[in-house]
């Protein structure tokens, strides 16, 4: 079945660590994206990339990196210069008016 | 003004009333929205799309859709316990800006049996 794979389900960052947080998909979308998620609030966007090897900055992107170096993946890191990375993570993909999403990534600062 | 604007919640109905959820927009060109309902830590789940205005159902939900005021909402009848979750209200972006969805905070709905 196709669908959008996000891994690891749970993450702990220690201060001052990068860390990346996986996403593929295997339906053959071109636009994929990152949302972060605090509690209690709706999704911001942080980075979206609309084809291989270009990606636009979202609302948030300040202390994130992404890459697309391929159609299937879409990598999301978190820098040691966001201060407060604590958040639910989702990666979700396009076509059209299709929207999928993954099942999410829980960071946690330890 | 946030570019989506939702009921701030919790909203709680006993079962089998009918829930109501609203949603304001900013953009007047935008064309598409959706509704999706998330359980805590859970991903969202799409409810309802649509696209006219007017009334759109699927089952126990109906979306309603008005452009020229700028409002969508979903109502929810005969609300089960199952239907406790956030809903979100999200509008989708202009291609030119990667047609991303662009989400309202959420409401949080709770139905008491």
């Known amino acids: 079945d196709g669908g959008i794979t996000q891994s690891p389900k749970y993450l702990f960052r220690k201060e001052g660590q990068n860390v990346t947080l996986s996403c593929e998909q295997n339906?053959?979308?071109?636009?994929m994206y990152w949302y972060r998620q605090d509690p209690g609030q709706g999704l911001r966007l942080i980075y979206y990339?609309?084809?291989?090897?270009?990606?636009q900055k979202g609302d948030i992107a300040e202390g994130y990196s992404v890459s697309r170096e391929k159609k299937e993946s879409f990598p999301l890191t978190v820098t040691s210069a966001q201060k407060n990375p604590t958040a639910f993570y989702l990666c979700?993909?396009?076509?059209?008016?299709?929207?999928?999403f993954g099942s999410g990534t829980r960071l946690t600062v330890v | 003004q946030k570019e989506v604007e939702q009921n701030s919640g919790p909203l709680s109905v006993p079962e089998g009333a009918i829930a109501s959820l609203n949603c304001t927009y900013s953009?007047?060109?935008?064309?598409?929205f959706f509704w999706y309902r998330q359980y805590s830590g859970k991903s969202p789940e799409l409810i309802m799309s649509?696209?006219?205005?007017g009334d759109k159902e699927d089952g126990r939900f109906t979306a309603q859709l008005n452009k020229a005021s700028q409002y969508v909402s979903l109502l929810i009848r005969d609300s089960q316990p199952s239907d406790s979750a956030t809903y979100l209200c999200?509008?989708?972006?202009?291609?030119?800006?990667?047609?991303?969805?662009?989400f309202g905070q959420g409401t949080e709905l709770s139905v008491k049996p």
């Open positions: 979700a993909s396009r076509l059209n008016y299709g929207y999928t």
């Open positions: 339906l053959n979308h071109d636009a």
């Open positions: 990339s609309q084809i291989v090897n270009d990606f």
């Open positions: 953009d007047r060109g935008s064309q598409s």
């Open positions: 649509i696209y006219s205005n």
């Open positions: 999200a509008v989708q972006g202009p291609y030119n800006q990667g047609g991303k969805l662009i």
